[in-house]
């Protein structure tokens, strides 16, 4: 029997639907017809609103010069003039002719690298939008966790004879305590 045949083997008037429910649609309740100026004005409504947000986030990834930040060029941290003075005292400092921001203030492999560049991202996004941030910023402690590992990693032979005194290499002081200065000069 075809979806036209009616059970007792007539043919269903033209243009009858069979007792098949729409899919779906529960059987027993009853399909609701879509307008169809809905199905021709939906997709362009998405459209329009779809191209709205890629067009503003292509414009601020732009205007913020977003892809600078996946370089590791230390002038992308003066994207924010907040950091400039930090840039300054980094390029008088002993290790501006040997580290990059990068290279203290992010994880040393690539994965931990840019997903501390992308939670820094958002936060200092955040924060500066909010103009939610102390002046003259501060390290937290997450970042600064990242920067003691760091020094100890660069200078691991020296930080060992040092935490040798203290029974482990993870104990003693930070090195910041007595070298806060060394990666920006102006910091006393």
Not at 64 to 88: K, Q
Not at 100 to 122: F, S
Not at 139 to 162: D, G, M, S, T
Not at 172 to 185: L, N
């Amino acid at each position: 029997m075809d979806e036209h045949t009616e059970p007792d083997g007539g043919a269903a008037p033209e243009g009858a639907a069979a007792d098949v429910p729409a899919a779906g649609v529960e059987p027993g309740a009853e399909a609701q017809p879509t307008d169809p100026r809905t199905r021709r004005v939906l997709p362009w409504i998405l459209s329009v609103t779809a191209g709205m947000l890629l067009g503003s986030s292509l414009f601020v990834l732009n205007y913020a010069e977003g892809l600078s930040y996946l370089s590791n060029d230390p002038r992308a941290c003066t994207n924010c003039h907040v950091m400039e003075p930090y840039y300054d005292g980094w390029q008088r400092s002993p290790h501006a002719a040997v580290a990059t921001c990068n290279d203290c203030h992010t994880p040393h492999d690539l994965i931990g690298k840019y997903v501390t560049k992308a939670r820094n991202g958002w936060n200092h996004s955040v924060a500066f939008t909010l103009q939610n941030f102390e002046e003259p910023i501060q390290i937290k402690p997450f970042n600064a966790a990242i920067l003691e590992e760091n020094c100890r990693e660069c200078h691991e032979e020296l930080v060992n004879q040092i935490t040798g005194h203290y029974g482990s290499e993870d104990e003693g002081p930070d090195c910041v305590r007595c070298h806060r200065s060394v990666g920006h000069a102006w910091l006393r």
